[in-house]
């Protein structure tokens, strides 16, 4: 089969690669659709320690059954699936409570690092378990239904934190999750959401997905104008979308006294926590891993049309011009927010 395969730090070659094989309980799918995470572009150079080549990369996908493996009888091939970028044992402590987010044998599609790896979807075809697979709604295309994952990500970042309508809220970054995170936010009925980016073009996006005010990161006096749009005292929620020091400490400054941050972006492996803020403020932390089970009601939600990954699609390409895609995205071309590949 073809794949775009990082054959070494900051190359991709499109080339032939064997099939996947699958064991007894996995599906083999053929990929229709798969959108380029901002992990994958960061993982390019070897920063993250995520994306060690050789590797196909690409987690948001979705396509047709191809093959089923023996002991797998509730799927059949034609089906249209897409799947969770996070392979979990379904038989430890944690997978046991539910919690396979935090799985002690997770493996991730398209990671490769010292723990496991685990090629992705930037091919022709990919092997995953069945119960990590999910049936699309017919209202659902390919390219849309590939960004079921970030979706499900900030439904469960939203899960996690004491979100109601008369909550005010601060989401620091408009990327691909921040936009998510707003949807979700406003499909739960929350008001008052404030946009926080560097990027004139992506607040505006966040403006017409339904922010009631955005602003620049890099405004002078930003907490005192985030402060000033409500009561004086703060947001009662943010969400950091990013994971980079200043977009934490903008979070953590925005917050009213007993507020709680939810922390999504995880872009650095360490920040500079503002420690004596957070204890003296009293604010609340939740560390949120990508999703657990919120695939299904994400999917519905897709196909009424209450969360739409339309406005985030920048561009559908062949997979054979990947290369030159990431770059372009690497280069933060203006106008680009998710790209989606189709083999």
């Known amino acids: 089969m073809k794949a775009l395969v990082l054959t070494s730090y900051n190359h991709l070659a499109y080339m032939e690669v064997p099939d996947p094989e699958i064991g007894s309980d996995d599906i083999l799918v053929q990929v229709k659709a798969c959108g380029i995470c901002g992990s994958d572009v960061h993982g390019l150079d070897g920063g993250t320690g995520r994306r060690v080549p050789p590797l196909i990369m690409g987690h948001e996908a979705s396509g047709l059954v191809a093959r089923v493996g023996d002991r797998v009888t509730n799927w059949k091939i ?18 046991r409570r539910g919690l396979v987010n935090l799985c002690d044998n997770r493996r991730v599609l398209g990671v490769s690092c010292q723990e496991f790896r685990q090629d992705g979807a930037f091919a022709e075809y990919v092997s995953v378990p069945a119960r990590v697979v999910y049936r699309l709604p017919d209202e659902l295309s390919f390219e849309r239904a590939a960004l079921v994952e970030p979706f499900a990500v900030a439904s469960h970042a939203v899960s996690l934190a004491p979100v109601s309508p008369s909550a005010s809220t601060l989401i620091a970054g408009a990327g691909v999750i921040g936009l998510s995170l707003l949807q979700v936010l406003r499909a739960a009925g929350s008001g008052g959401i404030i946009a926080v980016d560097l990027d004139r073009e992506r607040l505006e996006l966040a403006r017409r997905l339904g922010a009631e005010h955005t602003l620049r990161s890099d405004a002078p006096d930003l907490v005192s104008a985030v402060r000033g ?16 020091t200043p977009t934490v400490q903008i979070a953590v400054g925005c917050l009213r ?3 709680s941050l939810v922390l999504v972006g995880n872009l650095s492996p360490t920040v500079e926590l503002p420690l004596q803020e957070v204890v003296t403020r ?14 299904p009601d994400c999917l519905a939600m897709m196909a009424r049309g209450q969360l739409d990954p339309d406005p985030m699609i920048s561009a559908v390409a062949p997979l054979s011009e990947g290369a030159a895609w990431f770059e372009r995205l690497r280069n933060r071309e203006p106008g680009l927010v998710k790209v989606v590949l189709t083999p």
């Open 282 to 295: 009293e604010i609340t932390l939740y560390g949120s891993c990508v999703s657990r089970g919120e695939y």
């Open 78 to 95: 034609g089906d249209r699936v897409t799947f969770d970028s996070t392979i979990y044992c379904g038989r430890c402590y944690y997978c």
């Open 229 to 244: 749009l409500g009561s004086g005292r703060g947001v009662d929620i943010a969400f950091e979308a990013v994971g980079v």
């Open 257 to 259: 006294k007993g507020g």
